[in-house]
């Protein structure tokens, strides 16, 4: 049994299918806004243009952040769609290095949202980070990894891992879409019916989809 109090209402800007994705919201709300600590003019390389990385280059934004999203090359639909959502700059990982370090005058960026759970996008991003900066690691690798840790030493880098999310984030996440400060539907690229699960999970095995909704008749 679920207690009322843990219970979120759904605002009346809010519909059933974006309200359906308020836990990823809710972790990226964790991740930028309790975890990382974003501030007005910080440069946030995010990691990763699938939802996770989406979401968080818009909570990045919602506190006045600069975004740079990366992505691999054949993620250029989704960098496409971040830039929709908001990312200052998209690149992909390859060019990532000589853009960033351009656009930074070679101190690297602020904070680095890791969202992909890929190791090269690890080492990119610990690669990039200025000293005393901020790493958080979003995306989840599912296995070990390798990296330098001596970087994180010389640099005085902060690392962070961000998992899951609280009651509070989901209030939050709920509050900020239906202001219309996070957009979600762009997100939601495909839409179907319980019977046709197989087709909804190989399609989203494909990396054609960004979400995937299914819809009870």
């Given at each position: 049994m679920v207690p009322r109090s843990r219970i979120h209402l759904l605002p009346d800007a809010v519909d059933f299918r974006a309200g359906a994705l308020t836990d990823p919201s809710a972790c990226a709300y964790h991740a930028v806004q309790e975890l990382t600590g974003v501030n007005a003019g910080d440069v946030v390389l995010v990691s990763g243009p699938g939802p996770m990385g989406l979401f968080c280059l818009q909570y990045v934004k919602a506190n006045g952040?600069?975004?740079?999203?990366?992505?691999?090359?054949?993620?250029?639909?989704?960098?496409?769609?971040?830039?929709?959502?908001?990312a200052d700059h998209v690149c992909t990982a390859e060019t990532?290095?000589?853009?960033?370090?351009?656009?930074?005058?070679?101190?690297?960026?602020?904070?680095?949202?890791e969202c992909s759970g890929a190791q090269a996008a690890a080492q990119l991003g610990l690669s990039l980070l200025r000293s005393?900066?901020?790493?958080?690691?979003v995306g989840i690798f599912g296995k070990p990894i390798t990296f330098d840790l001596d970087r994180i030493l010389y640099r005085e880098i902060r690392l962070l891992g961000s998992f899951s999310q609280k009651f509070v984030g989901w209030e939050k996440a709920l509050e900020l879409c239906a202001a219309g400060r996070i957009q979600v539907s762009p997100m939601i690229t495909h839409i179907f019916s319980l019977k046709d699960w197989r087709e909804a999970f190989d399609l989203f095995e494909s990396g054609a989809a960004i979400k995937v909704i299914f819809e009870f008749h």
């Open positions: 952040g600069t975004v740079i999203l990366t992505g691999a090359t054949r993620d250029r639909q989704r960098l496409e769609l971040g830039r929709e959502l908001g990532a290095e000589d853009f960033i370090m351009q656009i930074t005058n070679g101190v690297g960026v602020d904070r680095v949202l005393e900066g901020v790493y958080t690691q």
